[in-house]
T-cell receptor
């Protein structure tokens, strides 16, 4: 079955440092989505990438979708304590009946 | 936040007992999903529904059944709970005709002793 690998599993940074999490799928994706889950909370949708090579920005967050539509990354510039949480990528295959396959997530902690 | 509620929010039960978790939505979204979340495993799909009485298995469906008799309700049943089913269970909804993002409920923390 489809697998979505996400690294690193954990990342601890000092406030102001940058952070990147990487996602890699075993199969070509129709689109990829990113979610954030705060400690004790539920996953919340951040963004969806659909096109090959697509890059989208949300303030300090930059999302990329690879040319082959099999990998993606999320980069946070100058982390803040409000960025703490687990970031998940989730891949959607074409014709998948809208089932997402989630990566295991990257837990980001930020030292103030 | 989307109108999704889960009940109960917390439950402690014993091995071998039946357990039913409820997900209720007020968004009229066609798709509903049940996930479990465990440390080191991320979110894993248990079952999902693409309409009333239309359901299908996810990647970890063994030991679970679901039912959807109304658009707004999606029930997850553990016929005979085991300690390996101790987890946090999330319900999610989506409406692909609009957007493909999934909206998650607040979660149910289930402990099986």
């Amino acid at each position: 079955g489809q697998q979505v690998m996400q690294i690193p599993q954990y990342q601890h940074v000092q406030e102001g440092e940058d952070f990147t999490t990487y996602c890699n799928s075993s199969t070509t994706l129709s689109n990829i989505q990113w979610y954030k889950q705060r400690p004790g909370g539920h996953p919340v949708f951040l963004i969806q990438l659909v096109k090959s090579g697509e890059v989208k920005k949300q303030k300090r967050l930059t999302f990329q979708f690879g040319e082959a539509k099999k990998n993606s990354s999320l980069h946070i510039t100058a982390t803040q304590t409000t960025d703490v949480g687990t970031y998940f990528c989730a891949g959607l295959r074409g014709g998948s009946n809208y089932k997402l396959t989630f990566g295991k997530g990257t837990l980001l902690t930020v030292n103030p | 936040d989307a109108g999704i509620t889960q009940s109960p929010r917390h439950k402690v039960t014993e091995t071998g007992t039946p357990v039913t978790l409820r997900c209720h939505q007020t968004e009229n979204h066609r798709y509903m999903y049940w996930y479990r979340q465990d440390p080191g495993h991320g979110l894993r799909l248990i079952h999902y529904s693409y309409g009333v009485k239309d359901t299908d298995k996810g990647e970890v469906s063994d030991g679970y059944s679901v039912s959807r008799s109304k658009t707004e309700d999606f029930l997850l049943t553990l016929e005979s709970a085991t300690s390996s089913q101790t987890s946090v269970y999330f319900c999610a909804i989506s409406e692909p005709r609009l957007v493909r993002e999934q909206f998650f409920g607040p979660g149910t923390r289930l402990t099986v002793l």
